[in-house]
């Protein structure tokens, strides 16, 4: 392959950077050469080629190739006499060349005009090189005038390849660092250009050759980006979160939010690290340019009128002048640091500026029309294009140069050396000082002006469909950080548990509901099983129990927080439960229901005692929230467009908001505040939760915004609140439930669903003797031998309250049965067609039978040979399988008139089983096992629905019952 200017991904071979940053020494050229030398081996002969791509300016190409001699030629002499004669006159004109490229370097060098205007800088009159993001990489361009400077030339070669879509970059060169941001990647990556200069930086950064990311999260559309000389910040704007932003070249790379409010479309951004100043164009509704000191604060607006698409600034830091580009207007401008001295240097001449830079008296811009880069005097004249070779799309560009700078108020020392502070050294421009800032969210501690507190006190957790977010309310800027989680579908419901430092949250489309830290570590499944529509989720931070509503089982189940000791609490009655909270304090759980008959209900925290609290004049009660000091309810009504208070008994009903809700969602408390979230208007708004006055928009646009959760973790929080539960689970196996007014213990143990409470009312075991059945689409167990449990416990009207076994694909279940073995429950669906089973704690809940059955009615286990027989009502046919569906086979199928109920007697081998029968009176017939030596075993018994076939032993003899 020739080498050729175009050929820049393969920069090592045509004149480019190594890895390293250096030049390589073979095939490399100088700064200031305008041609490029290569050395390299043709692909196919294997014969190195020298070429010369440009000499003295002419575009034809100069290539000479020596050829070596061939070992079998017969004239090997001859042969490799000529070849040697070649490869000496080869010697000959490249040492010519070089002889002759001498004096037109120096040529180029003279021909660069000088800024006589400016006391800048430098004292060179060789032009800058300059590097620039090309979207797919980052390239430098060495540039010179030809020919009097009617004619610019330009070579690139490439430092950062493989990018996606680099838009702005920026260079410590004296650290050897470039930065830059990734559109496409959403990233801010830095790199080093010279391991020796950042190696011997004090401290050393943590750059190679290598890309290294230092913002990954929230970096949407960072439009310009600018590194501070002195301290080694970064700063950047970014177009769609509005904000401008800094962080640390140094890990852990804190980053703070330094301006949020009253910017619309922030673009290009220039530092004076000298005078402690920014400056940032916004190309919003009110186009202007501002300044502000570098930490954030006195803001100024320095040009606003005659101003449309200001899309490139840069400042001369000697004669403190602002140039800046307008793209709509065609024109560069020039105003002074305090926005005085305005004039225009050039009109029409730019046609689509994108960046702009200046150095040493002369301005140089990309443009998006030309793709190209140009240069002209700052005072407006000698307008130029530099021409390459190269097919380019040049986004930000700065000097490629160690560059001179005005020499700061506070001296050259880095001021931040001595500052003392804990995170974030910025610049200050009213005293010439330095101002110590925290990480976004934290504040620094009070009475300090260096040290940040260690954590966030006060903040929000808002899911937001595909992610959650935190928003910190210690700070102003309310910057919403998103958790790196994995595996997110769509969130519904948060809480947090401040003791462990879990997130919890429900995920309708993935059916789970997970937990997390909140730097998104030690992420774990709590449920997965037997759960449709996770809606609500609360946690009981006392007791260490997660209760959750599912509008797919319509159910209200709790757990411990890991999941463990799972029981179903309230399934009846329920039509679309949705929001859930509670109050440990004085042990009620509250949760609202949008079916057909809206209401918000209250309960113990065990489930019983359940009463309305409001069920009038409310439609669609998305979201609920508790003030558990003044003891009163909030609601969201997403149909009525409002939001509601009451008391804990439903009393003192009133309207808290009602303008401009379009579709309110979640809703939480927190300090003097109500927040909540709209669908509507995307938004995540607050008020003040007494008088809805002093409304405020937290975040907008907020797209999707699900549930919302606040949380105070400092000592005065509400999760300070005790009860009995809270040392050692009150001393209960599985589950612990606050009940004030219930004996001296004022709380009750509880088991989880396939156990029952033993005797000494806080141990759990398996019972030995319960009764199965199904009611309202669930299926029941009530212990036999509850009663002394029951009263041990000290739960009212003992022996009456029957366990609902978790599990949620039940519509019609028509006959039970139970495997004692493995402890399974199957069971007959007529509505689902369908025969399923499950463990008695609601888990693996499976299919066993699912085609060729029409009206699966009655079902028995053999507990022995381990199959499992049921009668098909539709296809009159009596089958059986193995326990898991195998092996299916149809026993009995002639005469076999609406068979019913079915029951075993697998140690006789015997089967009986009910015939309705159509046009004759039902009978019970019985036959072995595979449906052979087939009898009647009681004629006449009319329609036993749902009857039992039941026997017990009387001495040697089986005495068989029909009940």
Known sequence: MMCREADHHDHHHCGGLTDDGVRPESGGRSKEEGGSFSFEENNQRNQPVVTFPMFKGRKRRWLWRWMPPSSSSSSSSSGWRGALTINFINVFLVLLLLVVQVPFTTQKGSNYPSNQQSS????????????????????????YYRGGGTNIRGNTSVVVNDLTEATALDILFRLGVVCWSDIESEKIQCSSFNQTATQSASPPLPFSNKKTTIVSEAVLAPEDLVCDYVTGNLYWTDSETNRLEVVSIYPPFHRKVLIWDDIDQP??????????????????????????????????????????????????????????????????????FEGGGRVVINRGAPLHPFALVYS?????????????????????????????KQNMTPMDLAVYTEQTHPTPVWGSRNPCLSAGCSHLCLLHSSDHTTKCACPIGIKLLPNSTSQCSPQITNFLIVARGSDIRR?????????????????????????????????????????????AKLDGSSQQIVVKDEIIHPDGLVVDWVAQNLYWTDAGTDRIEVSRLDGSFRKILVSRGLQEPRAISIDPAKGFLFWSDWGKKAKIERSLLDGSERAQVVSDDIYWPNGIALDLQLEKVYWSDAKADRIEVCGYDGGGRRTVLQEDLPHIFGIALLGEHIYWTDWQRRTLERADKRTGQNRKIIKEPFTDPMGIKGVNVGEGGMWNVSNPCKAANGGCEHLCFYKPGVGEKEFICACSSGYELSSDGKSCSIPDAFLVFSRDGDLHRISLNRTSASKASGEANPGSVDDVIPVSKVKAASALDFDTVESRIYWSDTKIKAIFRAFMNGSETEKVIEFGVAHPEGIAVDWLSRNIYWTDLERNRIEVAKLNGEHRRTVLWTDVDSPKSIVLHPARGWMYYALWRSSNPAIIEKAALDGGN??????????????????????????????
């Open 360 to 388: 040493s008296g002369f301005l140089f811009w990309s443009d998006w029309r030309t793709n190209s880069l140009h240069v002209m005097r700052s005072d407006g004249s000698n307008w130029k294009t530099l021409t390459t």
């Open 471 to 515: 928003i910190s309310l210690d700070t102003e800027d309310f910057t919403d950080v998103i958790i790196p989680l994995s595996g997110i579908k769509h969130v519904l419901a948060v809480d947090y548990h401040v003791e462990s430092g879990y997130l919890f949250w429900t995920d309708d489309e993935a059916t789970r509901i997970k937990k």
């Open 267 to 336: 673009r290009a951004l220039a530092l004076a690290p000298n005078l402690g100043y920014m400056f940032w164009s916004d190309w919003g509704e009110h186009a202007k340019i501002e300044r502000a000191s570098m930490d954030g604060t006195l803001r100024k607006v320095i040009v606003d009128d005659d101003v449309f698409w200001p899309n490139g600034i840069a400042l001369d830091l000697f004669q403190q002048h602002l140039y800046w580009a307008d793209a709509k207007l065609h024109y560069i401008g020039r105003v002074d």
């Open 934 to 963: 087939r009898q009647l075993f009681v004629e006449r018994v009319g329609r036993a629905n749902g009857s039992r076939l039941i026997w017990k032993r009387a001495s040697s003899t089986g005495q068989i019952l029909i009940k």
């Open 120 to 143: 800048s800088s430098s004292s060179s009159t060789s032009p800058p090189r300059l590097i620039f993001a090309n979207r797919r990489d980052i390239r430098i361009i060495d540039f």
